[in-house]
């Protein structure tokens, strides 16, 4: 079996994950000294840690263009009511479980933009943040 180097599956979840977590829960930025990144404010004591995959500037700028036009793919999807369900679901951390009564359709197509966001994420990422990633899956299993 030829393993891809971010599963679609694992990828799908990754993309749903970055799609309704901010940035900077995932990333680090360039500048060491940033508040938000104190590992204290990032986790619970419970938890382990996520890695973190240090993005530059030119990768944060081109994962903000990538997020946005796949949340506004998955928006031309949605009625009006599962536009506003899936809003209020990303400001809470739901992201795409806050939608109610999506069809079997809306699904296809959302399973496809995500797919689409999964291979664009990879394609933005280098070599070692991808192996930082499968390796996180890895010991998460």
């Given at each position: ?8 599956l694992?990828?799908?979840?990754v ?5 309704t ?10 500048q060491?000294n ?6 204290q404010?990032q986790?619970s004591?419970?938890t ?26 998955i928006e031309a999807v949605l009625?009006p ?5 899936f809003?209020?679901?990303?400001e809470?951390?739901r992201?795409l479980?806050?939608?109610q009564?999506?069809?079997?359709n ?6 496809g933009?995500?797919?689409n ?13 991808k ?8 010991n998460?299993?």
């Open positions: 079996m030829k393993l891809k180097p971010i599963s679609i694992a990828g799908v979840t993309a749903v994950i970055l799609a977590t901010p940035l900077a829960a995932f990333a680090q930025n360039s060491p940033s508040p938000q990144q104190s590992p404010t986790q004591p419970q382990k840690p996520r890695p973190r995959i240090v993005l530059s500037e030119e990768q944060q700028k081109k994962f903000q263009q990538i997020q946005a036009s796949a949340i506004g793919q009625t009511q599962q536009k506003t369900q809003a209020e679901g990303r809470t951390g992201g479980d806050a939608i009564n999506l069809s079997e809306q699904k296809g197509k959302i399973v933009i995500l797919q966001l999964n291979e664009q994420i990879g394609n933005l990422l280098t070599p070692e943040q192996r930082t990633i499968e390796q996180s899956q890895s998460s299993r």
